[in-house]
């Protein structure tokens, strides 16, 4: 039987695969059960995002960015919204409460992003219960984005400048309610995921991402950090107010298997839900006791009429749910027109997807899906 014939076979994987996370197609050269190559062809989700940021003005492109990465759209429109403002120098301009509300929007939003990233990976592992928990939990942080910006999906709420509306009266008592009730939750979840002697066999020496490897393919966020390199941006760069706030970088250990594995890039996130927790409460504390509602304070005084940089090229990136997500401005040369010449997006989506054909050599097909849910990626983000 040893010598016996074999014969490699092509299989898909998507473009509608419930495991795909969205319209992806994956070629799968198959010998039996052990995948050989994966062969990803993506662009059936294709947001024409580049395009549009030649025709539109930066304040009219902010909600086209909620539609990349539309899991986390705050994030987006928070680090398109700080390169533009760093050309037209006014970033320093920006009151701190505008500041503030932004990192309290964003952390939010980075919370209901990564519930939505543990929910689906227990569900691809079969485990139907963390599913529904992750996303009775998330509901509550649509409600209350939803409160604030008037959408609860694509938000459209962080402004060239400012902020389209204050935060609603009565917003960080309701926010401070849902940390409370939320720390628990996150405690039961731990136990019946993240401790499951059968996720973690599915999920423990799965996957391996050596560092070396993810920084070659250009892996950020938990991707990276999964791997153990404490590399987040928000730390590294210190924009907006994160100088400011006490949280840590969650980093892959190892504990479960080997360092870089599925169940580190799993746990990576649901630490960094627990840091987004302690980030929240701090903004609500400083909104609530030093940085208090006015009756004068106005969220658009510092909006530009008209935003027309100087020319230049410009490059901004930030820390986004899944990575560096990152702006590359060319600013009109003449120095008129409110429409850059030129904008390039670096999606953190596309660059994690890359390195799946390399996690992917000589696995089986069932921790194939292990290790795509593990990536954590949005097709809005990767196609652009």
């Known amino acids: ?14 473009p509608q695969h419930p495991s795909t996370h969205g ?7 198959t010998d039996g059960e052990i995948v050989r190559e ?12 580049e395009k549009h940021a030649e025709s539109l003005t930066y304040q009219q492109t902010i909600p086209f960015t909620d539609r990349m990465d539309y899991l986390a759209s705050m994030n987006n429109s928070h680090i398109w919204t700080m390169g533009v403002e760093r050309m037209m ?3 320093k301009d920006i009151p701190k409460r505008i500041e503030y509300i932004r990192v309290l929007v964003c952390e939010l939003n980075r919370i209901a992003s990564h519930l939505i990233a543990i929910g689906t990976y227990g569900i691809d592992i079969g485990a139907f219960t963390p599913f529904l928990w992750c996303f009775r939990d998330r509901e509550h942080i649509m409600g209350m984005l939803e409160w604030a910006s008037g959408s609860r999906m694509l938000y459209n709420y962080i402004w060239v400048g400012g902020l389209f509306y204050d935060l609603p009266v009565g917003f960080e008592e309701r926010c401070r309610e849902f940390v409370e009730y939320f720390k628990p939750k996150l405690v039961e979840l731990n136990g ?11 999920t423990a020496n799965v996957g391996v ?35 400011e706030l006490d949280f840590e970088v969650p980093i892959g250990t190892g504990k479960m298997g080997t360092v870089g594995d599925c169940w580190d890039r799993y746990k990576v996130r649901v630490d960094e839900i627990e840091q987004s927790l302690r980030i929240v409460e701090q903004c609500l504390d400083r909104l609530q006791k030093e940085l208090k509602r006015t009756p004068d304070f106005d969220p658009r005084a510092k909006m530009p009429r008209k935003i027309t940089p ?8 930030g820390e986004g749910a899944k990575g560096e997500l990152g702006f590359y401005f060319i600013a009109d040369p003449a120095g008129r027109s409110e429409v850059p010449f030129r904008v390039k997006s670096r999606g953190p989506s596309f660059c994690n997807l890359s390195v799946l054909p390399a996690l992917a050599k000589g696995v089986m097909i069932a921790d194939l899906i292990a290790i795509i849910g593990s990536i954590d990626f949005v097709l809005g983000e990767v196609d652009r």
């Open 1 to 14: 039987m040893a010598d016996a014939a074999t014969e490699e076979m092509v299989l898909n994987m998507g």
């Open 23 to 29: 319209v992806l197609r994956l070629e799968l050269i």
């Open 38 to 49: 994966v062969i990803p062809h993506i662009g059936y989700l294709h947001r024409c995002f």
């Open 89 to 91: 120098g006014i970033d």
């Open 192 to 202: 019946l995921l993240t401790d499951n002697q059968i996720f973690i066999s599915r």
């Open 209 to 243: 991402l050596p560092m070396d490897v993810a920084i070659n393919y250009g892996c950020s966020g938990p991707m990276l950090r999964g791997s153990g390199l404490k590399w987040d941006l928000r730390r590294i760069d210190g924009y907006s107010v994160y100088p």
């Open 310 to 317: 100087k020319p230049q090229d410009y490059y901004v990136r």
